[in-house]
């Protein structure tokens, strides 16, 4: 009984086909390489940061079919065949801010901004699954992304201000 | 010439004239009042559209073309002297272009650099690491500073372990201990902190020809310039360092680390751009941290709370280096006729510390205040009384008075009052420091043939909103909104500014902004008046114009620009010095609001309350937001914050973000905060830095609260439940 | 990490026949929230995954009268917000929720979490070749040792990591597990085993095997169950302790219990004095205390977790109270 050879990959490069911010990319890369690495040394999509790679910070916070994931513990080979959005996805291709980004910027939700597109990544999940979070619920969810600089309570609040403009918006 | 006049320095109620002189150049301060159209105002951050769409780009961003990336071979053993290298493995090495030994061959951490490597992939370096082949003679170590403080523990330096940093005598605290009502002695424990910031540290070096360039994740290019230059003896002008953004710093990147000229050699043996990025793990081990405390504070006072004297003796470690004082907010918080201090720094085989936000004085307020409510609890009196009539900050005590309305604190009951399982409690701290700002910086500001303009300054952005403030500042001066002010920092090649950190860039860096732009709008106004032939009190700078006031007559600057050989207008200024100030230093308090669960030893901070002076608030908003960023690092260091070591081998345990914990979003007190103007003096912008005074109560308050949740002091910090229930049965049998 | 090739396997046949080869050096992917870091920190080299991801219904959550079975790639995201979990087995809906971070529980798969790795900072460390590792030495039995078991962890104090297994192990639940030998069916509660029984692996999977599915039998009517768990950090820690506690109630009598604690043993730490002490009973105050004091009887703390057994004791305390006066709501 033996398997599929066809199944197995690597150890050595191999080309992989995903499909980053609705464009689909070619890589050759070991079945090693996170989506972190791809996305930042072969793609120079930097937006997703590095900063703990062990999945303890959440800086590197991406989405995999829409939902919210930490790239550094990621395999790229793992995201094959699925959607992933990165920070830089998320504004419209003409560069207008999503509503989040946009709050964050008017309610200062970032201070040295290295966790910020993390943060944003993690409450555009939040309010695509739950449109009108609560106050504990949106704290709930930023629960995987550390701050340093503190800037918590602005970040809560523009989480909040988004959802009521999006809100708003979807009412028109 | 210096110029003698009197402004009206303090704030509403305690308004009065200070004889100062100011300057000769420099723009008159504004006034208290004053009625500014962009300073003091919500502007969000300039560069918050780049940072929320993950545009910016920091130094662990950056590529370029042919680049190599570097590995660090890192001494595993606390002390130990090189034997024997062989690199010639690494070297052969089909992807390695260039291997570099380390001039030291003595090793006093674990994490102290040996070799590095520089290859074409990172993996490939970290493979390379590995076939060089080290011995090492393992020496004997310490790294617990209280057994380094014993004779006989290995010497970390020649000259012993221990070092008298600091030792201070006023009065005679003997008399005066015996001559008070009540005294009381304790023992307060802080531990090693790390700065964590969420970039680390790195470096990407290219050489051309002679020409160094470096982008490195700095606080302070030119402070690295400097050192960079030396270490390579590389004359400084054909240094460059540049830092755009930098994702925090808190202290750690004030000073040059070895990845820089690390990067820096590997590139120049390599013939090709070198990036060295520190790994988390090594970030944590390597590249500072802050000192640990040990204070036995002794405390007398008469029966009404006046203190009479005060004996600071204490010691701590920032492992092998020094600066492990935390007396220096003494002074400035609370008067002491009688005064002694003794300080040790200890040396122990373990990572430097560095400055860290408000170094000292975080781990000394904590001390100072748990001293001051012990001593209270012992004569029976309100703390905050107490700490009324000892604080020689007329700021302060305002503060105090408006601080303790908003917390409630006429609902704090006597200490481990509270009834039942989850007990509430209160406390209160101070805050000093000096953050009126140094001479020494350049700005320069600039109209280009198009009417835009521009500042820039070798200042560096590292969260604080620096880009923002300048912006605003200039903005104001020339009349025009702070998103028409383009602003440009972090490099050497700009004009001079000092580094980031303690406090001192807002307040000495807008200062020379506004003088530059003073002069840039007082050229324009003098020429537009020769090419107009309008009298000068008749024309007004606004909308990137010189107009006639009552006519429609204007000329603009692009046009006066464009009228210059370079098409282009510049104006430079330096921040003079410091005139006189109305209170020594900035000064602020907090209150602070916990539960604990005397079930579990679970702390949780309700609430703060934060009411600060900083001079003029430039930006409330980010000021809201540096005020935030204290209180959250206070808090993290009061209940999370501690680096563990095991002392039989000298290893660092929790060098990673999931064992050595910062505060997350679920911890997160309702944090109010109360901004106290002042008319400050100092400069010309008035501004007084916040960064430091944010977090230098936060944890003595938390402590302070806790404390009087449980009746119980606990005398280590983090106050981690296994330190809560310990304390709680250790207390229980002593009843018993 | 170490290069490794990727097997993706489509069905579990094809799962354990790819697990066999490479002498054992192969691992399971699931989530891989918790194999990539090992991987990182090299506590694990292997040769080869095996990514489960690929097979067919091994994410289903199926619930009928008989009980509760959830396929080993159901994420701990979806176990914590199942309506007919949290209405089921509350004590497990609660545990994972109260695992890791959003993120990680979106990627975190229940076979995960059970078989995940111990955290022991020595373990984690590549500096120390601990008896976890095949060395001859515990490190933090007389080392920092704060987080550590003060059950069970004689030859090596580590705790099992998993806030959802205290919670299982409580619903009585059995883990199918699948190797080319076979399918075989055990109480989860036999499924993790102590040091002294193995000290380099937590349960008895053999290196060809895979957990395939867990199934948590209904509970009695009149049962009421919680997890009750403490950390340093709420945003996202481990366990210093954590307690699940399964009560049936019948009018006021406890007719059956269950507790069995976290982050205090190597394994899910079952209490069957302090489940004697409550059978049979109406619960009040000085029962509750007397269980709980019988719960820790046997604790044998090292130099710097003796916290753990009083915050043990404690969090029982509670949990009990709690359930008693939610039944008595009802
Ligand atoms: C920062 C951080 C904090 C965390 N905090 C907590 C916490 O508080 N509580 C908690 O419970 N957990 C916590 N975790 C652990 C986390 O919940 C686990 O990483 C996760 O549940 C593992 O699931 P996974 O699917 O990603 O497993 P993987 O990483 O894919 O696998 C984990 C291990 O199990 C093996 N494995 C997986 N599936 C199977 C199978 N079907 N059969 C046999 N072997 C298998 C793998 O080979 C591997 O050794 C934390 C993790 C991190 C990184």
Redesign the interface.
Known sequence: ????MA??????KVPLTLEINARRVEVSA???A?LLEILRDHLDLTGTKNVC???EC?AC?VHLDG????A????A??AVGRRVTTIEGLSSANGTLHPLQQAFVEKDGLQCGFCTPGQVM?AAALLAENPSPSHDEIR??M??NICRCGAYPKIFEAVAEAAARMKSARQD | MAKKTKLKLGFPGHFKQVAVSLPAGDPVPWEFDADLKVVGKRVPRVDGPDKVSGKARYTFDLRLPGMLHAAVLRC?HPHARLRRIDTSKAKAHPEVRAVLVMEEKEYRFAGAEVAAVAATTLAAARQALGLIEVQYEKLPFVTDPDLARRPGAPKVRTEGNVEVSLETRRGSVETAFREADAVVELTIRTPVALHTCLEGHGSLARWEGDLLTVWDSTQAVFDVRDSLARALKHPPENVRIIKDHAGGGFGSKLQMWSQTPIAARLAKLAGAPVRLLLSRHEDFLCTGNRHSSVQTLKLGASRDGTFKAISWRAYGTGGIEGGAETSRAVDGLYRFPNLEVHEENVYTHAGPACPMRAPGHVQGVVALEAAIDTLSEKLGLDPLEVRLKNDPSEIRKAELSVGAERIGWSRRGPSGSNPGARKRGLGVAGTTWDGSGLPGPEVEVSIGAGGEVTATCGTQDIGTGTRTILAQVVAEELGISAAEVTVRLGDSYFPYSILSGGSLTAASVTPAARAAAAKARASLLRFASKELGDKLEDLECSDHQIRVRGSNRSLSWEHMAQDTPSGRLSFKAERQGNFAGFEPAAAGCQFAEVEVDT????VRVVKVVAVHDSGRILNPLLWESQVNGGVIQGISFA??EQR?I?H??G?V??ADM??Y?V?????VPEIEIIPFPVAAGFNNTQVIGIGEPAIIPTAAAVANAVANALGVRIGELPI????V??AL?SHAKGRR | ??????????SL??AV??LREKKGRVRV?A???DL??Q???GVAEP???V?L?GIPGLDRVEISAGGLRLGTLVPLTEIASHPGIRESHAALAQGASAA?????R??GTLGGNLCQRP?C??FR?E??HCRKKGGSEC?ALE??N?YHAIFGGDDCCIVHPSDTAPALVACEAEATLRS?RGERRVPLADFFVLPSVDVRWENILAKDEILVSVFAPSPPPGTRASYTK?R??????FA?ASVAAVLTFEGATCTRARIVLGGVAPIPWPCPAAESVLVGHALDDALIAHASNAALEGAAPLS?????V??TR??I??ALANLNASKEGT
């Open positions: 009984m033996l398997p599929l199944n197995i990959l690597g150890p050595g070991e079945p090693r996170t790679e062990m999945g959440g916070t939902v919210a994931r930490y550094c513990l990621t395999l080979v793992e993690a709930a969810a629960a995987g | 595993p079930d579990t030893g679970e209940l999370l563990v095991d039989r081998y290893t345990l929790n999931e064992t914990k505060l997350g979003a679920l911890e981690t439940p296994d330190r229930l310990g049965e | 990490m170490n290069p490794f090739e990727y097997a993706s396997a489509d046949d094809d026949a790819l992917i989530g891989g929230t990539i870091p991987m990182k920190s040769e080869r995954l990514d991801k890791a971070s959003p993120q990680i979106n990627a955290r900072w020595y460390n500096d120390f490190f080392g920092e704060k080319p403490i340093e950090r709420a945003s996202f820690d210093l710097k977790n003796r916290y753990k009083s915050l404690g969090i305390r509670r």
